[in-house]
């Protein structure tokens, strides 16, 4: 559940404690200066004294011309993909004492938010507790702190800090903290809590609610599968005045595709398709998933078109290539399901569900293809895939319908020494396989063997095995 929350929220972190930017003309001076100092930072690649030489030499102007900390926070957000190194930068600022300019309520807040994300929670709430003992404990700090434990799936820690930011008089809760609340309950699938918080943040006339907050609440609700609801916010959002965005429809697409309305989910897919691409991975795998469950006109190239917005993509999903093994046997292109089965193998993926195995087989039964089932019986015991009685079944059928009896004798023969042993409908296939070629003897023979097996001898009722 954690991880799939956070694939649906942590896209929303940023928006929720994004701290306020400098007017526009400064700001892209600043930018500008700090590109340059950054690229020299990361010229001096692991050494930490390097790097600390290079803030020493070219960094002090950071301090000196920005005493309001936007130059280290512009440093440390433009090394934000690099967090460790945005927190060097952060600790070197702090010993800093010589310049006789403390620490302002931004830069704590943004290293907070940084070592939240390098998973340094300890150092996180040190600079929490440093900022309170120096009075600068903001809204934008406990919405740090907040989304720190947020994104390290410490919920109760962020439910703390936020109760802890109610009870204070020098600052309240923002919009954003009730955003991460709200986020926070939806991934415990609190949803009544969800909903108060919600509706609390309504009732306070300072906040004025933006499409982010509406996004947290149908974020939610897609978590905890409550479709109705998360339709009647989105019905909410384009009455009232608070317009739906791109984020907004992204996450309606992702409800629709979860709960199967595939109808509901091209048609918003139309509405948002330029914003799906390499960067919406889980929303695509979503939209892949929703067309493999359901049998839909024309779903095979659907699914190529969404796997193509994939190809930038190296991790490798075995759940998803799995299900494209079954997409591609259902409807029976062999070239494909083989191609993803040796992918499979190579991968080292191990498939333990009877359904797959069962689509497999019956997708080489349907194109009378023995040689290459047998083939991939071979290999799948080999990798511990997991094997049923249908797989034996298929096989002796398909020997016996291209009168290939010694083999399908064979396959009787492993099923006698394998765990599934022989059934009566082994029986019966094998003498439908032999009346149906006019071999009465041999069908004759097979009855006595199952008279051997303690089986009451009767005219078998032969039907093909169900396979998929």
Request: hydrophobic share 40%; aromatic share 8%.
């Amino acid at each position: 559940m954690t991880s799939k929350f956070m694939k649906l929220s942590g896209q929303l972190i940023d928006k929720l404690t994004r701290v306020s930017a400098l007017p526009s003309p400064h700001h892209t001076d600043l930018i500008q200066k700090v590109s340059v100092l950054k690229n020299e930072l990361l010229a001096m690649g692991n050494s930490k004294e390097k790097f600390e030489t290079v803030l020493d030499q070219k960094g002090k102007w950071l301090l000196t011309s920005y005493r309001d900390g936007a130059a280290i926070v512009e440093l440390m957000d433009q090394l934000f993909p690099l967090p460790l190194l945005a927190l060097q930068v952060l600790e070197w600022r702090r010993r800093q004492l010589d310049c006789c300019v403390p620490l302002t309520s931004e830069e704590y807040a943004k290293g907070i938010k940084i070592a939240g994300r390098a998973r340094d929670i300890t150092f996180a709430v040190s600079l929490f507790n440093e900022s309170g003992k120096k009075r600068s404990q903001t809204a934008s700090v406990y919405n740090a702190m907040m989304s720190a434990y947020m994104y390290n799936g410490l919920t109760e820690e962020c439910q703390s800090v936020f109760r802890d930011f109610v009870r204070q008089t020098h600052c309240a809760p923002t919009v954003a903290s009730y955003n991460i609340l709200i986020s926070v309950y939806g991934r415990l699938l609190m949803v009544k809590k969800m909903e108060a918080a919600f509706v609390e943040m309504r009732k306070q006339r300072k906040l004025s609610l933006s499409s982010s907050s509406y996004n947290c609440l149908i974020a939610g609700y897609v978590t905890a599968w409550e479709w109705d609801k998360m339709e009647a916010t989105f019905g909410d959002m384009k009455k009232g005045e608070v317009e739906p965005d791109a984020e907004t429809y992204l996450l309606m697409l992702r409800g629709y595709a979860n709960s199967g309305e595939l109808s509901k989910m091209e048609e918003m897919y139309e509405s948002v398709k330029d914003h799906v691409g390499v960067n919406r991975g889980p929303l695509v795998r979503a939209m892949i998933c929703a067309y493999c469950k359901k049998a839909v006109e024309g779903r095979v190239e659907k699914i190529e078109s969404l796997l193509s917005l994939l190809s930038g993509e190296e991790k490798y999903y075995p759940w998803l290539n799995v299900l494209l093994i079954r997409l591609y046997a259902q409807e029976d292109i062999l070239e494909s399901m083989e191609r993803r089965i040796d992918e499979a193998f190579e991968r080292n993926t191990c498939v333990n569900k009877s359904s797959i195995m069962r689509a497999i087989t019956a997708a080489y039964f349907r194109c009378n293809e023995v040689d290459g089932l047998v083939e991939f019986v071979k290999r799948a015991e080999s990798a511990g895939w997991k094997l049923c009685r249908s797989l034996y079944h298929c096989k002796i059928m398909m020997y016996g319908s291209q009168k290939r009896f010694e083999e399908m004798e064979g396959v009787v023969n492993e099923m006698g020494e394998s765990n599934y042993g022989i059934v009566i409908k082994t029986f019966a296939i094998m003498c439908k396989a032999y009346k149906s070629h006019g071999m009465e003897l041999n069908a004759e023979k097979v009855m006595g063997k199952m008279l051997k097996h303690g089986y009451l001898l009767r005219t078998p009722k032969t039907h093909l095995p169900q396979l998929a």
